[in-house]
């Protein structure tokens, strides 16, 4: 069982940059392939960024490549994701989630174990 925190969302302007944190119980973290998707309102849950088990591999929905950057401390048991340049399109609810599957697999199925309960990011004009 893992559980999951995200924390570091807000409020925030165009062209400003924030860092959302996930935190995770348990002492396999490193086993769990991690991602970030986002749920603007009204519309489907959105891939943003995925990592591998042991960070050495990335992945990134178009929206954001070029903008946002995921990494992972396993000694923390910590993901995190960089945003930068935010748009006011990139305003939604941040999930995070972990996945004992590797990333090319949950990137393609979408499947994974545990959720956490989302912060919320909004950018202003």
């Known amino acids: 069982q893992v559980q999951l925190v995200e924390s570091g969302g807000g409020l925030v302007q165009t062209g400003d940059s924030l860092r959302l944190s996930c935190s995770a119980s348990?002492?396999?973290?490193?086993?769990?392939?991690m991602a970030w998707f986002r749920r603007a309102p009204g519309k489907e849950r959105e891939f943003a960024a995925g990592?591998?088990?042991?960070?050495?591999?990335?992945k990134y929905g178009d929206s954001v490549k070029g903008r946002f950057t995921i990494s992972r401390d396993n000694a923390k048991n910590t993901v995190y994701l960089q945003m930068n340049s935010l748009k006011p399109e990139d305003t939604a609810v941040y999930y995070c989630?972990?996945?004992?599957?590797?990333?090319?697999?949950?990137?393609?199925?979408?499947?994974?174990?545990?959720w956490g309960q989302g912060t919320q990011v909004t950018v202003s004009t």
């Open positions: 989630a972990a996945a004992q599957a590797a990333l090319t697999t949950v990137r393609a199925t979408g499947r994974f174990d545990y």
């Open positions: 348990g002492r396999t973290f490193s086993s769990y392939t």
């Open positions: 990592i591998s088990w042991m960070g050495g591999s990335t």
